[in-house]
């Protein structure tokens, strides 16, 4: 746990240094997120260490039962309520909180920011690497839970990692990639099929 929750505060505090540097343009621009700004990331990741059952029960009934409506609500909200100094600074306050939103898990936690640095890097044109140990755990987590719809994503494809000592999956047919660019694609993001190769791409669903 100890090492986990390590990776968790270091890759969230990288996450708000990202966030610093970024211009006003920057920060207003499309994420990996369909309809989400970079700000709305900023503000979603705040919510992982401040998310209450409540808040999840009384989100969910305004957003019709729907998990992503709730989450793409609550950031924007969060977003309008707080300046961009203000969010960097949550997230830096409470990087090593192992509070998390109910129903997640700290592994959640880890992929949670791995990916929307991603989400946010990329776009605008930003190189960000993902550190190998991290990468592989969120990867083997999101690749097997039944949350993110990677079983169906993936189904009949083995991950090949072409920048670690890494595979992962039961299929038959190949998808190669840097770690970064398999999560990407084991969480529903086209921008991870720029750097990938192998047969397994024509099994893979986006």
């Not at 998310?51 to 969060?78: H, P, Q, Y």
């Not at 977003?79 to 898990?105: D, F, V």
């Not at 920048?163 to 770690?179: I, K, Y």
Request: hydrophobic fraction near 40%.
């Amino acid at each position: 746990m100890s090492e986990l929750m390590g990776w968790v505060e270091a890759e969230r505090l990288s996450f708000a240094d990202l966030l610093d540097d970024l211009s006003d343009d920057e920060w207003s621009a499309d994420s990996l997120c369909a309809g989400w700004t970079v700000t709305d990331v900023a503000a979603h990741l705040t919510l992982s260490t401040r998310t209450t059952l409540g808040m999840v029960v009384w989100g969910a009934i305004k957003a019709r039962g729907s998990f992503d409506r709730m989450e793409a609500e609550l950031a924007r909200r969060r977003a309008t309520q707080y300046s961009r100094g203000e969010l960097i600074e949550q997230i830096r306050s409470t990087a090593g909180s192992e509070r998390h939103t109910p129903g997640s898990s700290h592994v959640d936690c880890l992929l949670d920011a791995l990916v929307h640095g991603q989400d946010i890097a990329r776009p605008l044109g930003r190189a960000r690497t993902m550190p190998t140990e991290p990468a592989i755990a969120a990867l083997e987590h999101v690749r097997t839970s039944a949350f993110y719809g990677a079983r169906k994503r993936l189904r009949g494809v083995r991950l090949v990692a072409t920048d670690a000592n890494w595979s992962g999956g039961d299929g038959t047919e190949e998808l190669r990639a840097p770690l970064a660019d398999l999560i990407l694609l084991a969480t529903g993001r086209p921008a991870g099929l720029k750097n990938a190769s192998g047969p397994g791409l024509a099994h893979l669903t986006l």
